[in-house]
């Protein structure tokens, strides 16, 4: 026997190549996942952002850019600093945008088209990016929880196609990037060692700058982390990412109001009175912004999940619930109105209950798919329309109590959800009389009272290719283009599935 036999007995060896072969295989499911899942996304990706919040944020990248400041103008901003004004939202995603926002400036240069315009969407890409790549994290995530491998591919894919990520993928909002850093923060928490707890620590701070709500996720991992009767250090590391995170919310906010307390948000909404039935309504009722079941149906087998994941894995399951809680009890002292398509503010749980639908045994997948194709049914006309358009129609037309005012508890017959498929219609009907060339023109442009919905992109396909005329590239280049990616990344979705093995 040679000293190199004693070190590395040949029984090992086996056992070494089946660690290898299983890491490459979990490599090949999250590549899979995030690049299929991208591109898909990125053949419907919109043509421009529209809504207060989304370019809220942007102007904030876009002044970065090209000002090397936060101001925004007083168009989408609130006096503040100096006599500048400046956005009451977040700092994190426009920070993470500005790359995409810098090549969309230098891109409508190039073309002759309005800067405002191709920056909006080269940011739009960031978002998308951002979802699939949380795609692939609710496999992994599921994957430390116990399902096998198949189980954890299809939650994801479930994720991607039959909730509302599918939507918020396409908005500039702050909740794709908050669902990101959730689902990473429990993924490294679920992890065996020091440098994926200080991860999960990092992202659990990360979270707070990204949108305030974040506050929840530290807390709650470090008490997993002393329940796990881990190091105390260990214990302490989500605190200090608490405090990093609230530090650079607090910084932001006097950078930009001189002010740590609040700046120029309001308060007002903050409400105890009607918080059970918003917290009620958040899941069930198919209103403005609430019906968690109803937009996201592959989330109700999450109820089965957690029963079955807690006598398995008592304190990850109690960790995600808390998670959950967390986020619903929070927002439901928040009195809502409407301009949110389902459940908005519950998007960063979304990841983590459909990893926890994962651990469901082989029998529920019938279920599970029946579930995301009627979820994908509600949300699929927001692949080529604007979901705001319909609340853009209630306003015209002097419904805005019974759509918006009373959310999440309006007229059902009112609900969004039941009311998509015709306003996309007139949408779409509406594109084929409208010159995009003018649009663009008039882009960010308010339009005249009551004629809200005959707003620059509210009378466009929704989508980058319907567009390209005003660039001089003829639509059915970008529809062919569009298509080809669609199907590279069902092919590469199906390649990834047929390569998994769970023995």
Not at 183 to 205: M, V
Not at 478 to 487: D, N, S
């Amino acid at each position: 026997m040679t000293d190199k036999d004693e070190i590395y007995p040949s029984s090992s060896a086996p056992m070494l190549e089946s660690a290898q072969a299983e890491r490459r295989q979990v490599f090949t499911i999250s590549l899979a996942l995030g690049i299929g899942v991208a591109l898909i996304y990125l053949a419907f990706l919109k043509p421009g952002i529209w809504g207060i919040d989304g370019n809220d944020m942007f102007w904030v990248s876009f002044s970065l850019v090209t000002d090397g400041d936060f101001s925004t103008g007083k168009a989408v901003g609130f006096p503040g600093r100096g006599g500048e004004y400046y956005s009451i939202r977040y700092l994190l995603l426009p920070v993470l945008a500005m790359p995409f926002v810098a090549f969309g400036i230098g891109v409508g240069n190039l073309l002759g088209l309005p800067v405002r315009y191709t920056a909006t969407i080269c940011a739009l890409v960031l978002p998308v990016l951002i979802t699939a790549l949380t795609t692939s994290l609710v496999a992994l995530l599921a994957l430390r929880l116990g399902s096998s491998k198949k189980s954890a591919y299809l939650a994801a894919i479930c994720y991607a196609f039959g909730t509302t990520a599918l939507v918020y993928s396409r908005e500039f909002f702050a909740e794709p990037l908050l669902a990101l850093m959730t689902t990473a923060s429990i993924y490294f928490a679920l992890g065996n060692n020091a440098r994926e707890h200080a991860l999960s620590s990092l992202f659990s701070g990360l979270a707070i700058p990204t949108k305030p709500a974040g506050v929840v996720i530290a807390p709650l991992i470090s008490l997993y982390f002393f329940c796990k009767k881990y190091p105390w250090r260990t214990i302490i590391g989500p605190w200090m990412g608490f405090a990093m995170g609230v530090g650079i919310h607090l910084w932001y906010t006097w950078v930009r109001f001189e002010s740590v307390v609040g700046g120029a948000q309001k308060t007002d909404r903050i409400q105890i009175q009607g918080m059970p039935e918003r917290m009620i309504g958040l899941l069930i009722s198919p209103g403005a912004g609430g019906g968690l079941f109803w937009y996201c149906p592959p989330t109700i087998l999450a109820i089965i999940g957690f029963s079955k994941l807690f006598k398995k894995k008592p304190l990850e399951a109690l960790l995600i619930l808390g998670v959950f809680l967390g986020y619903l009890v929070l927002h439901s002292f928040w009195a809502f109105r409407g301009w949110n398509w389902g459940p908005r503010f519950l998007v960063p749980v979304l990841p983590a209950l459909l990893a926890v639908v994962a651990v469901l045994e082989k029998k529920w997948w019938r279920v599970l798919i029946i579930l995301t194709a009627i979820g994908f049914f509600w949300n699929a006309p927001t692949l080529v329309a604007y979901y705001q358009r319909y609340y853009a129609e209630a306003i015209d037309n002097y419904r805005f109590y019974q759509v918006l005012a009373p959310a999440p508890w309006g007229p059902w017959n009112e609900a969004p959800l039941f009311n998509i498929w015709g306003a996309t219609f007139r949408q779409l009907s509406a594109a084929f009389s409208t010159d995009v060339t003018q649009v663009l023109k008039g882009v960010g442009e308010p339009p005249a009272a009551g004629n809200l919905a005959s707003s620059d992109l509210l009378r466009i396909v929704a989508v980058w290719w319907w567009v390209l005329p005003a660039a001089g590239i003829p639509i059915w280049v970008g529809f062919a283009i569009a298509t080809i990616m669609v199907g590279l990344g069902i092919w590469i979705l199906r390649r990834g599935w047929m390569k998994i093995s769970d023995q």
